[in-house]
């Protein structure tokens, strides 16, 4: 993790301690922005069912086909702070009925719904990177500027539970 932060600042220029923690931490996003004096809405943009599809079979070690639910929400406070999207394979929210009707419930932050079901969890990073926006995300943030991204897997007992990608401009949190 500390290369890429350090190939960033090569590539960009330095990143401010809020953008490094942002990107490098293994714990919760939302609580982190709450910490820091935000007011943390999550707003759902989309929830839907998928079948894998063979990158999505791979990176989740499920079969191809397999029912995926696909949550895209937006974590705001006054303005977009970050876009994220998520991946999280059904049979594996199976196990528990009140978990994984919360977590179809895009309003809620993971990180509560993990939380609030003791759902014992480690966070791997896989990704830190900068990438030039898409037109959903120039429009969603209203900005040309560059993105500071990050893709991260949620594993709950020796399994992905859900495959995460947050983005954020990245002249936010300087």
């Known amino acids: ?15 401010s301690d809020v953008q490094k923690i942002l990107l490098t ?17 999550i707003k759902a943009i989309k929830q839907e069912i998928v079948s894998a599809d063979k990158k999505l079979s791979k ?16 974590i705001e406070s006054k303005i977009p702070l970050i876009y994220a999207v998520s991946y999280m394979p ?11 009707r919360d977590v179809m419930n895009a309003n809620i932050p993971i990180g509560k719904i993990l939380k609030k079901h003791h759902i014992e969890s480690r966070r791997e990073i896989e ?13 969603i943030f209203n900005t040309n500027e560059l993105i500071l991204a990050r893709t991260y897997n949620i ?12 983005k954020f401009p990245i002249t936010w949190f300087k």
């Open 1 to 15: 993790m500390i290369k890429s932060i350090k190939k960033i600042e090569k590539d960009v220029g330095p990143l």
């Open 25 to 41: 931490t293994d714990g919760s996003v939302t609580r982190i922005l709450e910490a820091l004096g935000y007011d943390v809405n």
């Open 59 to 74: 990176e989740l070690n499920i079969s191809l086909g397999e029912p995926v639910n696909h949550r895209v929400v937006i």
């Open 90 to 100: 059904i049979k594996r929210l199976n196990k528990n009925f009140k978990f994984k």
């Open 127 to 139: 990704y830190i990177g900068v990438e030039k926006p898409n037109d959903s995300i120039k429009n």
């Open 155 to 166: 594993i709950h007992r020796g399994e992905i539970l859900i495959r995460i990608n947050e």
